[in-house]
T-cell receptor
Framework: LAKTTQPISMDSYEGQEVNITCSHNNIATNDYITWYQQFPSQGPRFIIQGYKTKVTNEVASLFIPADRKSSTLSLPRVSLSDTAVYYCLVGDNSDYKLSFGAGTTVTVRA | NAGVTQTPKFQVLKTGQSMTLQCAQDMNHEYMSWYRQDPGMGLRLIHYSVGAGITDQGEVPNGYNVSRSTTEDFPLRLLSAAPSQTSVYFC?????????????FGQGTRLTVV
């Protein structure tokens, strides 16, 4: 599994855009990039997945440059309810062992 | 659609006691796994299964046993609980194959060993 590096924590205010960058220098050709969100006292929840360029859904956008050695999760106009831990995972469908690092704790303030 | 259901939600054990954490999913997923999460840390993989009758060890398997007799159920057994096993336990399932690697997690079991 490709190793990922992401910031430990980020602070933001309501209404701002939050961008979390994840580094994955040894990403393999078949690997996808997946982000999960975890609220306190809950299990992680899938947010978004991508392979290259840009992916957008109702929750977030995922930007992946051409070399795929990093990716950026973008949360538009965050609210207090977006306070959570965000995990970046890299792997392909044969990777049964999903590896969750410490994640990035995002704190949104009023 | 219940998704992944874990029971119990909370449990207090005395050192040396045994118990089974239950996990059931109704999505016909082949792959299931157990994680533990300690305060301020990420999830660590305990055991996983890629189908009925097939299990394997994860990152931190010591002190835990699993079995997978059906696609739906994947119980985690603590044979002799220790204070170091105080943690929050999450069960997850996901389909194998295809492009979708989305994993679905249960709500967790908060275990305290005294």
């Amino acid at each position: 599994l490709a190793k990922t590096t992401q910031p430990i924590s980020m602070d933001s205010y309501e209404g701002q855009e939050v961008n979390i960058t994840c580094s994955h220098n040894n990403i393999a050709t078949n690997d996808y990039i997946t982000w999960y969100q975890q609220f306190p006292s809950q299990g992680p929840r899938f947010i978004i997945q991508g392979y290259k360029t840009k992916v957008t859904n109702e929750v977030a956008s995922l930007f992946i440059p051409a070399d795929r050695k990093s990716s950026t999760l973008s949360l538009p106009r965050v609210s207090l309810s977006d306070t959570a831990v965000y995990y970046c995972l890299v792997g392909d469908n044969s990777d049964y062992k999903l590896s969750f690092g410490a994640g990035t704790t995002v704190t949104v303030r009023a | 659609n219940a998704g992944v259901t874990q029971t119990p939600k909370f449990q207090v054990l005395k050192t040396g006691q045994s118990m089974t954490l239950q996990c059931a999913q109704d999505m016909n997923h082949e792959y299931m796994s157990w994680y533990r999460q300690d305060p301020g840390m990420g999830l660590r993989l305990i055991h996983y299964s890629v189908g009925a009758g097939i299990t394997d060890q994860g990152e931190v398997p010591n002190g835990y046993n699993v079995s997978r007799s059906t696609t739906e159920d994947f119980p985690l057994r603590l044979l002799s609980a220790a204070p170091s096993q105080t943690s929050v336990y999450f069960c997850a399932s996901r389909p194998t194959g295809g492009l979708n690697t989305e994993a679905f997690f249960g709500q967790g079991t908060r275990l305290t060993v005294v």
